[in-house]
C-alpha cells in the first residue's frame, strides 16, 4: 500500500504561483508513475499532469502546458507540482495519484491509477 498526502495548497490570486507536494509513505515511489489530477466543484476529475518512475517522460494535458511543471525526488519519496500564472478557472482540488509501473500507461486515464491522496484544496482570486 502506498499512502499519498498532499500539500501547498491555498488561496493565491491570479497570476501568482504554488507549489504542491505529494508525500508518499508506505513504499518507495521509485517504480511508480505519479501524477496530478484536480477537481472542480460539478465537475468531473481531470487530468494536469504525469512523469514516469525515472523521470524520463512527463505527460501533460494541453490546458496547463507551459504553467505547470511536475518533478520528482525518489530518494526523498517526493512528487511536486509547481504552477504558475494561476487563473481563477484553475480553482480546485488537486490530487496525487501513483501507479506501479516503470512501463507506459495511460497517463491520462485516472482509471489507470492505483492510489490516491485526499487533495489540497486551490482557490485562486481574481
Known amino acids: 500500500q502506498v499512502q499519498l498526502v498532499e500539500s501547498g495548497g491555498g488561496l493565491v490570486q491570479a497570476g501568482g504561483s504554488l507549489r504542491l507536494s505529494c508525500a508518499a509513505s508506505?513504499?518507495?515511489?521509485?517504480?511508480?508513475?505519479m501524477a496530478w489530477f484536480r477537481q472542480a466543484p460539478g465537475k468531473e476529475r481531470e487530468f494536469l499532469i504525469a512523469?514516469?518512475?525515472?523521470?524520463?517522460?512527463?505527460y501533460y494535458a494541453d490546458s496547463v502546458k507551459d504553467r505547470f511543471t511536475i518533478s520528482r525526488d525518489n530518494a526523498k519519496n517526493m512528487v511536486y507540482l509547481q504552477v504558475n500564472s494561476l487563473k481563477p478557472e484553475d480553482t480546485a482540488v488537486y490530487y496525487c495519484?501513483?501507479?506501479?509501473?516503470?512501463?507506459?500507461?495511460?497517463?491520462?486515464?485516472?482509471?489507470?491509477?492505483?492510489?490516491w491522496g485526499q487533495g489540497t484544496q486551490v482557490t485562486v482570486s481574481s
Open positions: 508506505g513504499r518507495y515511489i521509485s517504480d511508480y508513475a
Open positions: 512523469i514516469s518512475w525515472n523521470a524520463g517522460k512527463t
Open positions: 495519484a501513483a501507479k506501479m509501473s516503470r512501463s507506459p500507461w495511460l497517463a491520462g486515464n485516472r482509471n489507470s491509477y492505483d492510489y
